[in-house]
């Protein structure tokens, strides 16, 4: 089924790293794309539940076409895989963020097309588990071994994910540095394991140097993205019939422990600038809205209060700027 050249064959220490390596970004890269999801849809459990569960029927679409397709080429193939995964993964996430914050087409519509990069690493990653076992010098074993260090490398990048990489440094470099991983894979298989062709190498070489030099901007390059996608969501959310939105600025933007902040300023054509805020996505006040919402928190309890009687007032919470 595959070629017998043993000179693309990867010694078992090797084939460990490269699993545990594929199969950690696999599982990130889904994780990614749930979290995408999460912003541009809401509904955080369902996004995710759908996710997973998309990634593991499509592991299983990509071992099927492992046995439908009789691949007689492992090595290229495998090399093939990997660098359109190092490739996916960012691409994949852009287009979450963008385009399913469009107005191109119906909510239901995005919703649905932005699940494809989700079904499309994991075709890829189903392929990588028996790609990697013929690999392998020792074949009788190797899937069973393959298929354990898989499992675990999975549990890697899911804590690795939970516990730091999103946390401290959020979407944009957390996939820039899967990528990165992933194309390190690609070189490191192209230059010590598999007598390829030499523009296999120069090709996973350049991918690595590209990523590498992202990763050094990746700061600025989530602020681009970042404000971007905000900016159209803020847009496609607020917009209303026969007053559009000329312009969004985004004032300020953080995220604490608990939430992720958005204050941002609005300019609809014929109508006062609109300021607001927004926490996980959800509005808790703008200018237009200010006064009533506060009347509606001050009024009622004052009316228990005599007039004119001096009052010692604690304010608890206060987060919406006014």
Not at 40 to 68: K, Q
Not at 127 to 136: F, I, T
Not at 249 to 262: A, K, P
Request: glycine content about 10%.
């Amino acid at each position: 089924m595959f070629d017998s050249d043993h000179r693309s064959h990867v010694r078992e220490p090797a084939v460990v790293v490269m699993t545990l390596a594929v199969a950690a970004c696999s599982i990130i890269y889904e994780l990614v794309f749930s979290q995408a999801l999460t912003v541009v849809f809401g509904h955080t459990v369902t996004r995710y539940a759908l996710t997973i569960g998309l990634y593991l029927f499509s592991l299983g679409l990509g071992a099927f076409l492992y046995a439908r397709t009789g691949l007689k080429q492992a090595a290229p193939v495998f090399l093939l895989v990997e660098a359109v995964l190092s490739l996916l993964g960012p691409a994949g996430l852009v287009f979450i963020l963008l385009f399913g914050s469009s107005s191109a087409l119906g909510g239901s519509m995005r919703l649905v097309l932005c699940h494809a990069p989700v079904i499309a690493v994991g075709v890829l990653s189903g392929l990588e588990l028996p790609l990697l076992a013929e690999l392998s010098r020792d074949r009788q074993r190797s899937f069973y071994r393959v298929l354990g260090w898989d499992y675990l490398g999975s549990l890697l990048g899911t804590v690795g994910y939970a516990l730091w990489l999103y946390p401290r440094h959020g979407l944009v470099v957390t996939v820039l540095a899967t990528g990165f991983i992933n194309a390190g894979v690609a070189a490191m298989f192209s230059v010590t394991r598999w007598r390829g062709r030499l523009v296999s190498r120069v090709l996973a070489g350049a991918a690595v140097a590209i990523y590498g030099f992202a990763l050094l901007s990746a700061e600025r390059i989530a602020d681009r993205v970042e404000e971007t996608y905000l900016r159209a969501d803020i847009v496609s959310r607020y917009q209303t019939v026969g007053v559009p939105i000329r312009r969004v600025d985004v004032l300020d933007r953080f995220r604490t422990r608990y939430q992720r902040v958005v204050h941002f300023r609005m300019f609809r054509e014929h109508v006062r600038v609109d300021e607001c805020l927004e926490l996980d996505g959800q509005q808790q006040v703008c200018d237009f809205g200010s006064e009533a919402y506060h009347h509606g928190l001050i009024d009622v309890p004052m009316l228990f209060f005599p007039e004119g009687k001096p009052l010692r007032v604690l304010l608890l919470g206060g987060g919406d700027y006014i």
